[in-house]
């Protein structure tokens, strides 16, 4: 400490020193992370960004977003034609702060197979993400229905990387069978950029060409993507041809006027309906006006299990944090490492024995 000097310290040198917040100390986890057969491990990256790792070392990325929300006030109004102003007619900036820091730093992504983006929406489809990956895994293919990959070749992604799906696609990345299914997006189906086109009296647009889900088929077990879906009775329809282990849904509290994202009635609706083992909420936590707590699901599914004979479990996830399926299917909540397992490997050193 003592060789620091408050001179050479610019916005710049704090910015490179201090971002991401947690360095390369999730990368290197994930990397030295070896998989047993017979199980998937995946990492949650913030939002509905996921890490997914096979016991064959197949490593797919499912919505990294490494961008931010607000920074300024601005002149405190809304785009006009963005979505939530489309949705319910606000004109006051949303003030949707990113709740979360980057647990992983993209650019130092590595072996990465394959990255699958759900849909338009820029806290899934981020421009960071698709040139990391792009520079530091030359043979990974972008996945995604057609908007996305027309947006990522618009950043420069060479055409012949990026792989448009639709509802009814299958893709095999290495012993992983990722099977395309529709997504119940509707806030995607008023998303139009150009403000002076009015949606008002027209059809909406074609949901497969915006938004999908996905379901990854590993040799371990099933996970379910439902990305930025709402609630849909084609949940059941998806459960009845489908085997779903475990499934991903972007949970919320969704302000007034509102409908967005998947409330805590409707989290045990979808589990039920798609037959898992397992609901995760995710997405809660990263925009501070649209913050939840997780633990009202639990709370309900306590309430209604026995009655409505729930065969699943919620499990309340951290940021930067792991699961393994099924070695955790049967817990209910994530904890960091607490550390510390070596205490007292060596002679302390205290002042006097019963110092602490």
Not at 78 to 87: D, I, N, V
Not at 166 to 180: L, Q, S, Y
Request: charged letters at 25%; aromatic letters at 12%.
């Amino acid at each position: 400490m003592a060789d620091k000097n408050i001179n050479d310290v610019t916005r710049e040198s704090w910015v490179l020193n201090t971002f991401p917040e947690w360095g390369t100390w999730l990368n290197e986890e994930i990397a030295d992370k070896k998989v047993k057969p017979g199980t998937f491990s995946m990492w949650w990256l913030g939002c509905t960004g996921i890490w997914l790792k096979t016991a064959e070392d197949t490593n797919i990325l499912v919505d990294m977003w490494c961008g931010t929300g607000k920074q300024s006030h601005g002149n405190g109004t809304m785009r006009k034609g963005h979505q939530m102003q489309r949705m319910s007619g606000v004109q006051a900036m949303q003030p949707n702060l990113r709740n979360q820091p980057f647990v992983i730093d993209p650019f130092a992504v590595k072996d990465v197979d394959a990255l699958f983006v759900s849909h338009i929406h820029s806290d899934h489809l981020d421009v960071n993400t698709a040139a990391a990956v792009n520079k530091n895994c030359p043979d990974a293919k972008f996945y995604g229905p057609e908007k996305v990959c027309e947006i990522w070749q618009s950043w420069g992604v060479p055409a012949e990387k990026t792989v448009v799906v639709k509802p009814g696609d299958e893709v095999k990345i290495g012993k992983t069978t990722v099977k395309v299914l529709e997504g119940f997006d509707r806030t995607a189906l008023v998303t139009e950029d150009d403000p002076d086109v009015t949606l008002k009296g027209k059809m909406p647009q074609d949901m497969n060409k915006i938004a999908v889900n996905y379901l990854f088929e590993t040799t371990g077990g099933n996970l379910y993507h439902a990305a930025d879906s709402h609630y849909s009775n084609m949940f059941a329809k998806h459960g009845n041809e489908n085997h779903v282990d475990v499934c991903l849904g972007a949970y919320g509290e969704n302000p007034r006027g509102i409908t967005d994202k998947v409330t805590s009635v409707d989290i045990l609706r979808m589990a039920e309906s798609l037959k898992t083992k397992v609901v995760i909420p995710v997405h809660y936590d990263i925009w501070t006006n649209f913050m939840a707590d997780p633990k009202e699901i639990t709370m309900l599914w306590n309430f209604k299990k026995d009655r409505l004979q729930y065969k699943f479990k919620p499990y309340i996830w951290q940021v930067g944090g792991e699961f393994t399926y099924p070695d955790d299917k049967d817990k209910m909540e994530f904890n960091f490492d607490r550390g510390f397992h070596d205490a007292f490997s060596i002679d302390n050193d205290t002042p006097f024995p019963s110092f602490l």
